[in-house]
């Protein structure tokens, strides 16, 4: 056996290995200094570099003649393993981040990509990198990335220089590389050298087959271009599969794509289409109806073609025009304005926010809303479509009378429409305002959720708002159906003065419904209620709307149904002693709800054993606590109540 510092191939090993460590340092210090992006879109080179690195020392380290070193049996199974492990190494990006790359590598090949692809590229990129997606962030980290191509050109890295400026001229296609200012200049500037009169197509640019502009052309290897559909279709139909032109044979395996063609048609396309745009928009202000319906039709379109063709639209300020006819008499006009208007905000906030800031828009789309069918059903598609944007949101919620028309519509028998105005109200929920606004028109979704989960200065505020709305039967019923009763409870037992008076105030205006009244008592209401009433540190407003709700409570009992299993407001004897001693111990306006109450538990199903109660708790001085009940201490009482009162007392007596 060799003595292990004698091994030739040992001492290989450690200068290929430590040859290879300064490389993989270097390429470390590399990446510490590169910009994000940057090493995201090199990251197949990086991992192909990574791998390099592994693959030749684990070539060196198989060269080891370990069965002739002095070593132990586990030592060389051990290095055996890691060679292993190293050869069968795999370095490549993960699967979403090679989605991205081939997206990436797919926008540069179609060189025409649409602003929208590029916005979605750059987001992913942001994400998997972990960057920020807001915009500004986003435009920081391109021009980041911009810098790193500049480092590339003094070092005469050309090309990879030339593949970083391909990317950057896709991502420079997103929203964040350019100010919406900027892309309008650039815009109108090449719009100007264009002229105003659309060209004709040239000859080369017409299908030989079917005498069209071609708009996916391929070349034959004769050197002629023909449309792909036509030419697949003439060689399936033909026997002999021969070129129509040189009659040479010809097969689709040996067709390809004219893509200088295919850009000069579509720049000539572009060229065209810009010069339409603006010609349609004088048209569509100083035409008559029947115009105006004609250009609206082109310019939707021109929308529908593709999403370039509506950031032209944008950028050629038609929005202002299109708000402005929303207030037109013709409702098809209004409705064809409210759908081009959904198309240019479609993925495009700068267009939601522009659509946002003409004056009146919103408010003309609101309206737009109570209108016929198929115009409202375009105005909540517009509406979902700008609530997308957060900084619009707020101009929805302000519109008035808005909120109301959407609360509507949930109702509708339109279920796409519907389902519209459900999504908006979700978007617009953010704010606490709108789900108080969305109470007081009867959709109190976002209310309960708030009061739910909410922070407990929004749930004094949705408590608050329940107290003081005038609620319909209906609404009160559905309340709790939904569960607010549970909620409610809960609140009246925290330590937060506020919080506890506005929930037995929301709970005094729920329990004037009589079903309510009877949920509550099943639900241990009365226990809690009782409990703040007797205890001596209660403030007087506080006592004062407990009673209250009980005497709804008690209210309740009082009128139940035959089949309806009995509800019954006190079952201990001492809580009716307690109640009943409150008489004398607090103001005048607890003092005649408590009367009340037990009023009406002597005329509920249970009346006759209260009657027994109360009597056993009669005493000589009795009738003088009824005397001065009634004339010291409830002066201020109509004369109806004291006579419900008196006669309240000469039950129980």
């Not at 990086?46 to 693959?55: E, G, H, L, M, Y």
């Not at 789309?365 to 059903?377: Q, T, V």
């Not at 939904?482 to 919080?499: A, F, K, T, W």
Request: proline residues 2%.
């Amino acid at each position: 056996m060799k003595d292990i510092r004698d091994s030739e191939g040992l001492e290989n090993f450690v200068e290929i290995l430590y040859h290879e460590t300064k490389v993989a340092k270097q390429l470390i210090e590399e990446c510490k200094e590169r910009n994000r992006f940057y090493l995201f879109v090199n990251s197949r080179s990086i991992a192909k570099r990574i791998k390099d690195i592994t693959r030749e020392i684990t070539h060196a380290m198989s060269c080891i003649p370990l069965a002739s070193l002095d070593i132990s049996l586990g030592i060389r199974e051990d290095i055996d393993r890691l060679v292993n492990n190293m050869q069968n190494a795999e370095f490549k990006a993960g699967i979403a981040e090679e989605e991205i790359l081939e997206k990436i590598e797919s926008g540069i090949q179609e060189w025409n990509v649409d602003r929208s692809y590029a916005n979605k590229l750059l987001v992913s990129i942001a994400e998997v990198v972990g960057a920020s997606t807001d915009r500004a962030a986003l435009k920081k980290e391109l021009e980041e990335f911009k810098s790193e191509i500049e480092n590339l050109r003094l070092r005469k890295d050309k090309a990879e220089a030339i593949q970083m400026d391909q990317i950057i001229a896709l991502l420079e296609r997103a929203d964040a590389a350019t100010s919406l200012a900027d892309r309008e200049k650039k815009y109108l500037m090449k719009r100007t050298f264009l002229g105003n009169q659309p060209l004709e197509p040239l000859q080369s640019f017409y299908c030989p087959i079917t005498q069209e502009v071609m708009v996916d052309p391929v070349e034959t290897p004769s050197g002629h271009t023909f449309e792909r559909s036509a030419i697949e279709k003439w060689l399936a139909e033909q026997d002999g599969h021969l070129c129509p032109v040189t009659s040479t044979p010809l097969d689709t395996s040996m067709l390809r794509p004219n893509k200088t063609l295919r850009q000069s048609i579509e720049e000539w396309k572009d060229r065209n289409t810009m010069i339409i745009i603006a010609s349609l928009k004088s048209r569509l202000s100083l035409g008559e109806e029947e115009e105006v319906l004609q250009c609206l039709e082109q310019l939707q379109d021109l929308c529908e073609e593709g999403e370039m063709h509506r950031e032209w639209i944008v950028l050629e300020n038609y929005i202002p025009c299109l708000t402005e006819l929303l207030q037109a008499k013709n409702g098809d006009i209004r409705k064809r304005a409210l759908d081009i208007l959904c198309l240019l905000a479609k993925d495009n906030d700068d267009a939601k926010e522009r659509i946002a800031r003409v004056d009146n828009a919103m408010e003309s789309i609101a309206k737009s809303l109570g209108r016929r069918i198929g115009e409202g059903k375009s105005a909540v598609a517009l509406l979902l479509e700008l609530s997308e944007n957060e900084s619009v949101r707020n101009w929805i919620g302000n519109v008035q009378g808005c909120i109301l028309l959407l609360v509507t519509m949930l109702s509708s028998a339109d279920n796409l429409a519907a389902g519209y105005a459900k999504n908006i109200l979700d978007n617009l929920s953010f704010s606490d305002d709108n789900v108080i606004l969305m109470a007081k028109n009867n959709y109190f979704k976002y209310l309960l959720q708030l009061l739910s989960s909410g922070h407990e200065d929004v749930k004094i505020r949705m408590t608050k708002t329940l107290g003081e709305m005038e609620l319909t039967d209906h609404n009160k019923s559905s309340l709790v159906e939904e569960g607010v009763l549970d909620l409610l409870l809960v609140l009246i037992s925290r330590d937060n003065l506020e919080m506890r008076i506005e929930a037995i105030r929301a709970l005094l205006n729920l329990s004037s419904l009589r079903k309510n009244g009877q949920e509550m008592i099943r639900k241990g209401g009365v226990r809690p209620l009782l409990d703040i009433l007797l205890c001596h540190t209660s403030s007087q407003s506080l006592r004062e709307l407990v009673a209250a709700v009980l005497v709804n409570l008690s209210q309740s009992t009082t009128l139940q149904d035959s089949g309806e299993s009995q509800v019954l407001m006190l079952e201990s004897d001492e809580d009716i002693y307690k109640l009943f001693s409150l008489i004398n111990l607090t103001g005048p306006a607890v003092q005649v709800n408590v009367l009340r109450v037990l009023y009406a538990m002597c005329l509920s199903p249970s009346g006759t054993t209260v009657r027994e109660k109360l009597r056993q708790v009669k005493t000589p001085c009795f009738c003088s606590l009824i005397f001065n009940c009634m004339l010291s201490k409830i002066k201020k009482q109509c004369v109806v109540m004291q006579f419900r009162i008196c006669r309240a007392l000469m039950l129980c007596v």
